[in-house]
């Protein structure tokens, strides 16, 4: 696959969220939910004529949020990561596949997804990783709340147990209560980096 014009600026426009910095990102978030004068509610107001929802202070709206901000801001990571798999993807293996009758939807089935298996393994793995230990989309957009029910280990464990409850122990025991799911994750991360094999 031959990257053309469309492809570069495509791929601009994805690294974009990504190429921002976090704190400033999330920080933006949190004030465009603001309930009474955020960006979004005015709009909905302007537009729809509608009040808009009280987005940081209700349980499953904050929760979104909080979801939406991790997913908006690692998506371009994980796109490129896919794209330069998919690049790396011979064109004559689609082409031999297409003389053959494989239409669009057959070739990504048993062309692209079986040469991509040990990719797509590994980023679930260090998505995974990556969202017990994320802390900016939780603490910035939402602060864990209402009612501490967006909270993951990481801000469960700094801001509630570390700032607010002042028992910086209670703390460090909810962060380390992610290692025994962390360290399995690692060394099969690790494993199949050391064996992952493509045969093209």
Same mark, same amino acid.
């Given at each position: 696959?031959?990257?053309?014009?469309?492809?570069?600026?495509?791929?601009?426009?994805?690294?974009?969220?990504?190429?921002?910095?976090?704190?400033?990102?999330?920080?933006?978030?949190?004030?465009?939910?603001?309930?009474?004068?955020?960006?979004?509610?005015?709009?909905?107001?302007?537009?729809?004529?509608?009040?808009?929802?009280?987005?940081?202070?209700?349980?499953?709206?904050?929760?979104?949020?909080?979801?939406?901000?991790?997913?908006?801001?690692?998506?371009?990571?994980?796109?490129?990561?896919?794209?330069?798999?998919?690049?790396?993807?011979?064109?004559?293996?689609?082409?031999?596949?297409?003389?053959?009758?494989?239409?669009? !939807?057959?070739? $990504?089935?048993? *062309?692209? #997804?079986?040469?991509?298996?040990?990719?797509?393994?590994?980023?679930? @793995? &260090? +998505? /995974?990783?990556?969202? !017990?230990?994320? $802390?900016?989309? *939780?603490? #910035?957009?939402?602060?864990?709340?209402?009612?501490?029910?967006?909270? @993951? &280990? +990481? /801000?469960?464990?700094?801001?509630?147990?570390?700032?607010?409850?002042?028992?910086?122990?209670?703390?460090?025991?909810?962060?380390?209560?992610? @290692?025994?799911?962390?360290?399995?994750?690692?060394?099969?991360?690790?494993?199949?980096?050391?064996?992952?094999?493509?045969?093209?």
């Amino acid at each position: 696959m031959r990257p053309g014009w469309w492809t570069k600026a495509l791929l601009l426009v994805f690294v974009l969220p990504w190429a921002i910095p976090a704190l400033p990102t999330f920080i933006s978030i949190h004030w465009m939910l603001n309930g009474e004068w955020g960006l979004i509610n005015n709009f909905l107001w302007i537009v729809f004529g509608v009040d808009g929802p009280s987005w940081l202070n209700s349980r499953w709206f904050a929760l979104g949020s909080a979801v939406f901000s991790h997913v908006w801001k690692w998506t371009p990571f994980w796109t490129v990561i896919l794209l330069a798999g998919r690049m790396s993807i011979p064109q004559e293996i689609y082409d031999a596949a297409k003389v053959d009758g494989a239409t669009g !939807l057959k070739r $990504f089935l048993y *062309v692209t #997804f079986p040469l991509l298996a040990n990719l797509y393994l590994v980023l679930t @793995l &260090l +998505a /995974t990783i990556f969202l !017990l230990g994320d $802390f900016n989309s *939780v603490y #910035f957009v939402t602060g864990g709340g209402p009612a501490n029910s967006t909270h @993951l &280990l +990481a /801000t469960l464990g700094v801001v509630r147990d570390m700032l607010e409850l002042g028992k910086p122990q209670l703390g460090v025991a909810v962060v380390m209560s992610a @290692l025994p799911l962390l360290i399995p994750l690692v060394i099969i991360l690790m494993r199949k980096l050391r064996t992952a094999e493509v045969q093209l």
